[in-house]
């Protein structure tokens, strides 16, 4: 099985290509543009493995990605390149309508392209997985779960940009026939996962002893999954997931962010006694513009016709993830030492 795999060295993405290189044995061809948020040392595990191949391209260049497709003649392309923080779509959304929206659609156009000249049994077998994000659908009040079918209502420039990005990924499928899967996944947290998200900030910020700064009164409700469980689910999907259908991806773990700050302190705590609790490090920042109040993930469809389970619970993932960040200070020091006096998430971002 030979896979192209976008933004393989993000933190999504490494995951999904540890699991593809290692456990599964596949012919792997990453290719990552290296921005901020791509590292090639979270592809550390598969450096030097004879069916990993690494290509430095941007997915908005067309040229580029025909070549690429060209010479790898892949049988399944997984799409995960994109700008991801929310936070850096609201002060500057220009690179978030360029990768997200144009070089969606450009690499749809060389999957077409490409497709169109498979013949047989390759191009019956040829699959393209959209991976995108629940915060396409917008915010649910206290009840209720992002189902499928839920109607699109994104809103930051993040989720609009992913929004249309879906609507292409669909559209090739419905217009062209190219057999396009798309999956909608929750907040994700585990290792590799670069320090402004809430969860590796929190676990950094409290280690060093720093302020942790949770957006308003922490009211807001994630539904978080273990990245690795994301990355199973996605090769599950594209492997049995039905073209022109959409899978939903969720943890069924629902937590105010409050809750998850007080967890990774109370982990801490234990594992690296300190003088005081770290929950006294908490400090309330002015809340986002737009924050959605609660995701929450359906994914019924995913676990009834394709056998998908998480196998970590948030108990055992953040466990999991403090730990990793723990022990592995090689992959996080030069990341946070290169951005600590940038606009870095939520703790500049209050400034
Ligand atoms: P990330 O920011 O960690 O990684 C994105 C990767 O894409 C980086 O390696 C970056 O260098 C690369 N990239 C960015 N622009 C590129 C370009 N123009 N050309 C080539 N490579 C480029 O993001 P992530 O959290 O790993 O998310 C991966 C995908 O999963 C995204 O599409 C995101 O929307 C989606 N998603 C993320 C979450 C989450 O909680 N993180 C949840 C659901 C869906």
């Known amino acids: 099985m030979r896979v192209i795999v976008t933004g393989g060295a993000g933190f999504i993405g490494s995951a999904l290509v540890r699991h593809l290189v290692l456990e599964k044995g596949y012919e792997i061809l ?47 392309i997984m799409h995960l390149a994109a700008e991801s923080h929310v936070d850096r779509s609201i002060t500057g959304a220009a690179d978030f309508i360029q990768t997200n929206v144009v070089g969606t659609f450009t690499l749809l156009e060389t999957a077409r392209e490409y497709w169109n000249g498979l013949e047989g049994a390759a191009k019956a077998a040829f699959r393209f997985l ?66 402004e998200k809430l969860i590796p900030l929190t676990i950094l910020n409290a280690l060093a002893g720093r302020e942790l700064p949770v957006y308003g009164k922490g009211e807001n409700v994630r539904d978080w999954l273990y990245v690795d469980d994301h990355a199973r689910a996605l090769d599950l999907i594209i492997e049995r997931g039905r073209p022109g259908e959409t899978y939903n991806v969720g943890g069924r ?45 359906d994914a019924t469809k995913l676990e009834t016709e394709l056998g998908w389970r998480a196998r970590e619970t948030f108990d055992t993932g953040i466990e999991k993830t403090v730990r990793w960040y723990l022990d592995n200070e090689w992959w996080w020091r030069p990341l946070r030492d290169r951005y600590d006096g940038e606009r870095l998430g939520l703790t500049q971002a209050a400034k």
């Open 253 to 297: 773990n629902e937590h105010r962010n409050i809750e998850v700050v007080r967890r990774i302190c109370a982990v801490l705590d234990e594992l690296v006694p300190a003088n005081r609790p770290r929950e006294e490090l908490i400090a309330f920042v002015t809340d986002r513009p737009g924050h959605d109040a609660r995701y929450a993930i």
């Open 130 to 195: 959209h991976v995108s994000t629940d915060e396409v659908y917008g915010s649910l009040g206290e009840e209720g779960l992002f189902e499928e079918t839920t109607s699109y209502d994104p809103s930051s420039p993040y989720s609009a940009s992913k929004a249309a990005s879906d609507h292409l990924a669909k559209a090739w499928q419905r217009t062209y026939g190219l057999p396009v899967v798309v999956s909608n996944c929750s907040n994700n947290y585990g290792p590799y996962h670069f320090p």
């Open 30 to 76: 990453t290719i990552d543009a290296l921005t901020y948020a791509g590292n090639e040392a979270s592809l550390k595990a598969v450096e030097g493995k004879a069916n990993h191949h690494f290509l430095r391209a941007n997915i908005r260049d067309g040229a580029a990605m025909r070549a690429a497709v060209a010479e790898f003649r892949p049988d399944r």
